[in-house]
């Protein structure tokens, strides 16, 4: 059995936005490839090469009788002075027409799963991925139109489509040939073209699902059974979509919109954040879902996944108008939430007050008291160090990485975005190591402090943004220091850096800010901080990516510690619950590596840690939902 290669990806020019343009621009009947099809090359555009140029990179197959005889006569009409050249022109025009049946034959054996439909009155060659055919984006073989140098450059660049590579790496990955009358083609591509027409409009779920199935390739190639798996995988269990009707300090009353998607519980109750952020919406609590879901199968500890919130801001709202607001969230949530159903965490715009409004009134209507629903407050939680357990465990995660590369946190410059409570508790950690972070951001720019900054310094930024001010401010008072407006850090100077904001916030010409500043190990703080277009330069240029599924379980590790029993009876001292994070981020990170080298990556390759936590995530409910039957 043949592995096929890692180079298999999808092209970036194939980007989210643009497949999801496409598919709604077009919706074709796919038929049989095998259909009669006039597709000719116009005269005086041939060569006696033409005949036997065969597809790049297509199965090689032995020709025809007919066709060698016919290869043969080609090359004797070559040598034939100019005179009986040209008398040999009315057989050549014959042979053209041949030449294009033979190669809509190789077509229809390599490509069936690409289709056949009429635009404006001609047949094409639709690629069934992109939607689309010819020179508007990776052209049809037979070129249609120009030269025949120019049908050629069009066949090699259809050659470097998903679509083409799909099938030569399932033809390598099997012994016998591919039996294309089974839909068993274009695997990766089937499961997102079919996310695609499901939910064409939820841009930030198709896209984690694009880097999942990237990233399962390998492991779909290798059993097809996986294929069905992970369809039922991508529907949610439990969407829960509401309305939240709360009343201002004004006396008016207002609406927003309440989600909480219950992704997979195949491996045991669901844990995930509630986010408050004008953003929220369907799209996003299901890409965040998606990621717990796989997050939480990765940690030692055996959970179901989910994610909600609401498009609620709570910036400039009084204590009054959150409480109300909370209180109207939970008052529909509840019926859904429970210990050995579902236990709510923080996230962005939800921290210790919000859960504790949450919280009193889950407690008030469902008539227990469940401590760990809060996480933070020591005096109704059993763990003393739940807030800082994702930075630590993001600090903890970068530090095995660099131990696997005879190096240490100790002197490096680390770039850190975001100044809420995970980057600030990274900067406190990577202080504790020796490391200099030199940067943190807000929505309205960021900061650097060349001399890095200390737990002084730290102190001082959480008053700031305590009193919700600028972190301009922090650069009156440390002249070393400079804020820069509509800026990201990325640009700085740096040896890590730790994304700790939102999805998406690492474009293309960040990630080309990143190479170019030095950096070689990028942590992912939040779910998906890199678009696709970003991952692909910080590949090439050889970064190290740490996953944020991998490297951010520091909040699952301490729910669970949480709701032992044993913890829920004392309170841990700082130091054994480091000692217990610590453990929990070394086994995961030996699980992302494990699964990557078993499928054939190499431990320094910058795609190994990404690809092998999808890949032992998947496994692991992949056999739950086996042995649970189709439910």
Request: net charge neutral; charged share 25%; glycine share 8%.
């Amino acid at each position: 059995m043949l592995f096929p290669t890692s180079g298999v990806r999808m092209n970036s020019a194939m980007d989210d936005m643009n497949l999801i343009q496409q598919t709604q621009r077009h919706h074709l009947v796919v038929r049989e490839i095998g259909e009669e099809i006039d597709l000719e090359i116009g005269a005086g555009e041939d060569d006696p090469s033409f005949g036997s140029t065969t597809l790049i990179g297509a199965p090689m197959r032995e020709s025809s009788v007919e066709e060698h005889g016919e290869s043969k006569q080609m090359g004797m009409i070559s040598q034939l002075p100019n005179d009986a050249q040209d008398m040999s022109k009315t057989q050549q025009g014959k042979r053209k027409k041949k030449v294009v049946k033979r190669w809509r034959e190789e077509w229809a054996d390599t490509y069936k799963w690409a289709y056949v439909d009429v635009k404006d009155g001609t047949p094409r060659i639709f690629c069934s991925v992109c939607r689309e055919y010819g020179r508007k984006h990776r052209r049809n073989p037979y070129g249609n139109e120009g030269s025949r140098n120019m049908q050629m450059s069009a066949l090699e660049e259809h050659n470097n489509s998903l679509l083409h590579k799909e099938a030569l790496r399932l033809q390598m990955a099997s012994k016998d040939k591919i039996v294309v009358d089974k839909p068993v083609y274009v695997k990766a591509g089937s499961i997102l073209e079919a996310t695609l027409k499901r939910d064409p409009h939820e841009v930030e779920f198709i896209q984690a699902v694009q880097e999942a199935v990237q990233a399962l390739e390998r492991v779909i190639a290798k059993n097809s059974r996986y294929i069905n798996i992970m369809e039922r995988l991508l529907e949610p269990e439990r969407m829960i979509v509401f309305r939240v009707s709360w009343v201002d300090d004004r006396g008016g009353t207002c609406v927003n919109r309440g989600f909480r998607v219950q992704f997979n519980q195949s491996m045991g109750p669901c844990r995930g954040g509630i986010r408050f952020h004008p953003s929220m919406n369907l799209s996003v609590a299901k890409f965040l879902g998606f990621e717990q879901t796989l997050k939480n199968a990765l940690s030692p500890y055996k959970l179901g996944g989910a994610a909600g919130g609401s498009d609620f801001d709570p910036k400039g709202k009084s204590d009054n108008e959150i409480m109300r607001f909370c209180q109207s969230f939970m008052s529909e949530m509840y019926r859904y939430l429970g210990p050995d159903k579902d236990l709510p965490s923080e996230e962005m715009g939800v921290g210790t007050r919000e859960m504790g409004y949450l919280f009193g009134q889950y407690r008030r209507l469902a008539g227990h008291f469940q401590g760990s629903f809060t996480g933070p407050r020591i005096f109704w939680s059993g763990s003393s160090l739940r807030p800082e357990a994702t930075g630590y465990g993001l600090v903890f995660f970068a530090q095995l990485m660099l131990a696997d590369m005879n190096k240490e946190l100790k002197g490096l410059r680390c770039a850190v975005s975001g100044s809420g409570k995970i980057a600030m508790h990274v900067l406190e950690k990577l202080i504790a190591y020796g490391a200099l972070p030199i940067s943190v951001s807000d929505s309205r720019g960021y900061l650097v402090d060349e001399d890095g900054f200390d737990y002084m310094k730290i102190s001082f930024l959480r008053d700031i943004k305590a009193q919700q001010r600028s972190l301009r401010d922090y650069s009156k008072t440390y002249a070393r220091s400079k804020y820069y407006d509509e800026a990201k850090p990325w640009s700085e100077r740096c040896d890590v850096a730790f994304a700790c904001t939102s999805q998406n916030e690492i474009d293309q010409s960040d990630a080309i800010n990143l190479v170019n500043s030095g950096c070689r190990i990028l942590v992912e703080g939040s779910n998906m901080p890199c678009t696709p277009e970003a991952v692909q330069i910080l590949r090439k240029a050889s970064v190290l990516i740490a996953p944020a599924m991998a490297a951010g379980a520091g909040g699952v590790v301490a729910g669970e510690l949480e709701l032992n029993h044993e913890c829920s009876l004392m309170h841990w001292s700082p130091e054994d619950f480091e000692s217990k994070l610590q453990e929990a981020m070394k086994q995961t990170y030996q699980r992302a590596m494990k699964a990557a080298t078993d499928f054939g990556y190499q431990k320094e390759s910058p795609e190994a840690l990404v690809h092998g936590a999808v890949i032992s995530a998947f496994l692991t409910i992949a056999q739950a939902m086996t042995d649970q039957g189709s439910i």
